[in-house]
């Protein structure tokens, strides 16, 4: 098959917007995964501190803390639900998430706006009533659902010129983020017990931590003898099958940046690529066991940042002009 | 009870006793399906019957479907919407407007010899000023027009055409002749929604249409294309159409996301384009890319803060000059306010004469001028059967309807008209042809008007269509959609 050539030129706004299209519903996909997991797995633990883990995790601790005086389904359900004034509720995303579309309508399929539009009236509509304990498992599926369907709809109708790579490389690079940080809080919680001896962990955190990320069978699957934290570690940092692997995206990633230097002949990506090249030098099996052994925190801290600057870089590159 | 001609009698009571238009009556106004007194067409005949058959639940249950589809698109308002549902579309009525070959025909010449006059005029006005020499058009009244543009004095525009765009007011009176009500020749709107409405019949009474040939409305965005092609700068082979839009948060944003679908270029806004070595670029992943014609969905006033408004965040500095050496095209040009005042429509039938040697295709409604004696007195004698309009106001401040005004407002008014005669016209109060229209209490007859879409670059073309808004509220005039107007799909029939 030969190579199309493609001309049509991309408004540098409208390329940051299609990256903070799928970041956003990304995000709602993340927060809905990391609340039901929450619900259904942490419970035989101490409660209060399984729910603060969430805030922790979206590094909303402070805020949280600010708005409410303890931690609890409730709590933690309405500040990621419900609550317009978080920065990193659902419903934040999703007004955000429309707002790029609504820029982005003379680009995206109209069905990849309709399914929007409509995904937004159901999170606005939203309410107490439907995060009770008996609706809460019910509307984090219907958002996992949702930007499902959200993430199928662009696959199948996006048309796959500059727009659609922009498009993906946010859904990596949120994914690669909100991989690293749900290692990140369950490493931290769990810290003192696996110092101790790996027996000791408590196989419902692993649990709960592979379930989160929806690599649960499939861990189980490459290590069927049981959980050890470096092999978790390996599964979600550097794991090329697993698809919300820090290194698969990252590797995505990776190939998008080339097809927009290849195939449209676009100079932004060399900074990104760059940083891209490192990244991956530290990301290696032989690496993550060692920093397991105690470093993992800071170096994921790093990953964050370097995820923030790949975000930063490919606007840097693309719509600086 | 109603009824029209003898065949339509029998088809309606030998099919469904509760079809949609049992009990339907127009009075004494002309309606658009019935059509009594008019040559029938056998496409009528049959859509007749066909919705004489429907039932109303059927058509209810339609339209039920079509609010839906609006509101999923998120380009509705309604009853169940938010505050920030900012898309906002005419609420859609399901029954057709038709249009039968013939009609289209006197529309179609007539909107096309008003868009060449108005050019014309244009023309003449920013060059040697030879309507006003000749006293057919009082100078004052389009030098000192608001919408008179200093900077265009003097420079030529590509084929003389300034209007590419023109959406053409069109009315019916009683006996179903057509009159334009008004010309938009800045930034008309509307055309989407007869695209939209086009696909909201096929998506949900489709069978209404089956076997009738009906004009297709597709083809909009490739003659709009072509068009601002036609007007690029000289010497670029593939130029580069923009439309600019004010953004996300513009109550016509919808229309502005369709038209660059449907033409397949860029939507920008001002902050995506820049001047630099005198041309218009726009910022691209690649960079710097050059822009050779802007479709301009912004007034003049925002184009260009050095040019105008100062304070204006929508625009482009330096573009007004970037145009002026002609290395970008704009459209509608700049200054053709002027040409769809109020005042300016008056002589319109007089504009049309003066440079074309013809007579109207589609008149004007009757329109007195008042600062002409005779005019005066007939406006006078008649004060309380017209509608007596400003011509420098807009939106219908100081404005009177004579037939709703009690003694006292008329007297007052009187004094004022007297006073200052030239600042009026006065027209007969119309009485607006009615379509069947979906009602809470069934189908009846509501108001409507026509805006039939021009598109000039080199000559005109016009989408055989155009937007019927219909007032949605029994008695009342007003189609705007602020004040409870919807809209209609418009069939010309083929």
Redesign the interface.
């Known amino acids: 098959m030969s190579e199309t050539l493609h001309t049509a030129h991309l408004i540098a706004r409208h390329a940051e917007s299609a990256l903070w299209l799928a970041r956003y519903m990304e995000r709602v996909e993340n927060t809905a995964r990391l609340l039901d997991v929450t619900n259904t797995f942490a419970r035989d633990a101490d409660d209060a501190r399984n729910w603060l883990s969430v805030p922790r995790i979206n590094g909303d601790l402070e805020l949280f803390n600010k708005t409410h005086a303890q931690a609890s389904q409730a709590t933690v359900g309405n500040f990621y639900l419900l609550d317009s004034d978080n920065p990193t509720s659902v419903q934040t995303a999703i007004v955000a998430a429309r707002e790029n579309a609504r820029t982005l309508r003379a680009i995206i399929s109209t069905e990849m706006w309709l399914q929007i539009n409509v995904f937004h009236g159901r999170i606005r509509a939203l309410t107490p009533a439907n995060i009770a304990p008996d609706h809460f498992t019910a509307v984090c599926s219907m958002l996992k659902e949702s930007t499902q369907a959200h993430t199928g709809i662009t696959e199948g109708t996006l048309y796959r010129d500059q727009a659609w790579h922009f498009t993906m490389m946010g859904r990596y690079l949120e994914r690669a983020d909100q991989t690293t940080r749900l290692l990140d809080t369950r490493f931290h919680a769990l810290a003192p017990q696996f110092e101790a001896s790996d027996e000791e962990i408590d196989a419902g955190q692993w649990n709960a931590l592979l379930r989160a990320a929806a690599g649960y069978h499939a861990y189980r699957r490459e290590h069927p003898s049981g959980y050890a934290p470096q092999e978790v570690a390996r599964f979600l940092l550097v794991n090329t099958a697993f698809p919300r692997s820090v290194g698969l995206n990252l590797a995505q990633l990776e190939w998008h940046l080339t097809q927009l230097r290849t195939r449209y002949g676009l100079r932004g990506a060399t900074a990104a690529l760059e940083r891209l090249d490192q990244l991956d030098g530290m990301l290696t099996h032989q690496h993550v066991a060692e920093l397991v052994a105690g470093r993992l925190s800071p170096f994921l801290d790093y990953v964050q940042r370097q995820i923030a600057g790949l975000h930063a870089d490919i606007i840097d590159g693309f719509c600086g002009g | 009870m109603p009824v029209p001609t003898g065949s339509q009698t029998q088809s309606q009571t030998q099919s469904q006793p509760h079809g949609v238009l049992q009990g339907y009556d127009p009075g004494g106004f002309f309606c658009e399906l019935l059509r009594p007194g008019q040559p029938t067409h056998p496409a009528l005949s049959l859509l007749l019957s066909r919705l004489s058959a429907l039932p109303i639940e059927s058509l209810r249950r339609r339209a039920a479907d079509a609010e839906r589809d609006l509101l999923?698109?998120?380009i509705t308002f309604t009853v169940y919407s938010?505050a920030?549902a900012i898309d906002r579309i005419l609420p859609f009525d399901l029954i057709p407007r038709v249009l039968t070959p013939p009609e289209w025909q006197q529309i179609e010449t007539g909107v096309i010899q008003r868009v060449r006059a108005l050019n014309m005029f244009l023309y003449d006005i920013y060059h040697e000023r030879k309507i006003l020499k000749d006293g057919i058009i009082p100078s004052e009244l389009v030098l000192g027009n608001a919408g008179y543009c200093q900077a265009m004095v003097g420079f030529d525009v590509p084929f003389n055409t300034y209007v590419h765009v023109c959406g053409t007011d069109i009315v019916r009176d009683e006996t179903g002749k057509f009159m334009v009500l008004e010309d938009n020749a800045r930034t008309p709107s509307g055309v989407a929604y007869v695209v939209e409405n086009r696909h909201m019949t096929l998506r949900v009474f489709s069978d209404l249409m089956t076997g009738l040939k009906v004009r297709g409305v597709d083809e909009y965005g490739l003659r709009l294309h072509n068009a601002m092609a036609e007007i690029a700068p000289p010497g670029v082979s593939d130029p580069?159409v923009v439309v600019l839009s004010p953004g996300?948060f513009n109550s016509a944003?919808f229309e502005?996301?369709f038209l660059?679908?449907e033409m397949?270029i860029?939507?920008?806004?001002g902050?995506?384009l820049t001047v630099e070595s005198g041309k218009v670029w726009?910022?691209?992943?690649?960079?710097?890319?050059p822009v050779h014609t802007i479709y301009r969905r912004i007034g003049d006033d925002f184009l260009d803060p050095d040019a105008f408004n100062p304070d204006s965040m929508l625009g482009v500095r330096g573009l007004i000059e970037a145009w002026r050496r002609g290395t970008v095209a704009i459209a509608n040009a700049v200054g053709t306010g002027v040409a769809d005042d109020k005042a300016v429509y008056a002589y319109m039938p007089r504009i049309i004469k003066y440079y074309l040697s013809e007579e109207p295709i589609l008149p004007n409604v009757d329109t007195r001028i008042c600062a002409e004696p005779d005019a005066l007195q007939y406006t006078l004698d008649h004060l309380a059967e017209l509608v007596v309009k400003p011509v420098a106001e807009s939106g219908g401040y100081g404005l009177i309807i004579g037939p709703h005004a009690s003694r006292a407002e008329l007297e007052d008014f009187r004094a004022r008209l007297i006073a200052n005669p030239s600042n009026y016209i006065s027209q007969e109060t119309l009485k607006l042809s009615v379509s069947p229209t979906l009602c809470e209490d069934g189908v009846k007859p509501r108001h409507i008007d026509l805006r039939p879409f021009a598109v000039t670059g080199k000559d005109t073309w016009v989408l055989p269509g155009g937007l019927t808004r219909v007032a949605l509220r029994a008695g009342t005039l007003v189609v705007n959609s602020s004040q409870g107007g919807g809209s209609k799909d418009t069939w010309v029939l083929a």
């Open positions: 999923e698109r998120g938010d920030t580069q996300i944003y502005h996301v660059a679908r397949g860029p939507l920008v806004e902050r995506d726009m910022r691209t992943t690649a960079g710097l890319a």
